[in-house]
Each structure stands twice: as structure tokens, then as C-alpha cells.
């Protein structure tokens, strides 16, 4: 059975009421501004919806860009991405929201991109164990675009506030998307 986390351990996200794709995340005494899918929070999420769902996700673990920084200070497990990182982003594939190497036949989205969206990425607990199949993949906790605009789904952060956040993480600690 899982615990009820305490509000203190819980990131807070909660879109703003004049614009969908835009929120703000609190966590303890940190509250930033962060981007979210180009669709708002929904409820049901569906594979490229563009939405963010709605619920509570663990933050499992970081990847990040070794070529661009050090890796982030942070006690969750961190792995550095490759040019062959992928994940697969195929409903119909029986590696369905994993992590793949590339080249990758089926659908998959590069984690080694050129923009610094992914230069620090954790990976959510979002439709994960099980993957259910079109329910969506890659839910991230990611670097925001400038300005903020909309993710596909995900979270995201500018660089120095997910670099702080990340040094207060501990591992079990969750994401509530309301």
C-alpha cells in the first residue's frame, strides 16, 4: 500500500487560471514558474494529446547532458544521456514508455536533443508499472523553453530552479499535478 505523502514532501503544481499552459510549482518554501503541456492538465491523458495529467507521479530519477554540464547535486539516482538515448513513444510497441537505445525502428523521442530541454530531465512515474498502452509516455520533469512555452505534457522548470529543487529532492518524494 502506498503512503499518503505529507504535503511538505510533495512538489505542488497548479496551472495558472489565465493561461493553461503555464503554472507554478511549490515545494516547501521554493515556489517558481513552470511550463505545462500545450493542452492544460487533463485528466485523462491520452498518447500526444499535448496535455499534462493530472495526478501524482514519484520522481524516479535524473538524467542529464554531460557535454553541456556536471550532473545535478540531487540523492535520486542520476545517469548521464548519450546520442543513442531514446524513448519510445509507440503505443503498439511492447517497449512502450521505456528508455531505448537508438537507432530505434518503432516511435521514439530523442533524449539527446539540440535545444537544453533535456540538458536535466527527470523521469516521472507517470504511466509507467504498467505502461498502459495510448495512455501516454515520456512525462518528464524538464528545463523550460524561454518564455515558458507549452511542453507536450510535461513540467519544466527554468535551469537554476530545477538545479535547486533537484539539491532538496529525496528519493520517494512525488509531483501532484492538479
Known amino acids: 500500500m502506498r503512503r499518503i505523502p505529507n504535503t511538505t514532501d510533495l512538489l505542488e503544481v497548479r496551472p495558472l487560471t489565465r493561461d493553461r499552459t503555464k503554472g507554478l510549482l511549490r515545494f516547501g518554501q521554493i515556489t517558481v514558474p513552470c511550463a505545462l503541456g500545450r493542452s492544460?492538465?487533463?485528466t485523462r491523458k491520452k498518447e500526444g494529446d499535448g496535455g499534462t495529467p493530472r495526478g501524482v507521479f514519484e520522481l524516479l530519477h535524473v538524467y542529464f547532458r554531460p557535454d553541456r554540464s556536471l550532473p545535478p547535486a540531487t540523492a535520486l539516482p542520476v545517469e548521464p544521456l548519450t546520442p543513442r538515448?531514446?524513448?519510445?513513444?509507440?503505443?503498439?510497441?511492447r517497449l512502450y514508455n521505456r528508455p531505448v537505445d537508438l537507432p530505434f525502428s518503432a516511435g521514439h523521442e530523442k533524449m539527446w536533443r539540440e535545444d537544453r530541454l533535456y540538458d536535466v530531465v527527470v523521469v516521472l512515474d507517470c504511466n509507467l508499472f504498467p505502461a498502459v498502452k495510448g495512455r501516454g509516455s515520456a512525462i518528464f520533469f524538464h528545463i523550460a523553453?524561454?518564455?515558458?512555452s507549452?511542453?507536450?505534457?510535461?513540467?519544466?522548470?527554468?535551469?537554476?530552479h530545477?538545479?535547486?529543487?533537484l539539491r532538496k529532492i529525496r528519493p520517494g518524494q512525488r509531483m501532484r499535478i492538479r
Open 150 to 160: 507549452p511542453t507536450e505534457g510535461c513540467v519544466a522548470v527554468a535551469p537554476e
Open 40 to 42: 492544460g492538465v487533463v
Open 85 to 93: 538515448s531514446g524513448w519510445c513513444d509507440d503505443p503498439k510497441h
Open 145 to 148: 523553453r524561454e518564455a515558458y
Open 162 to 165: 530545477m538545479r535547486l529543487i
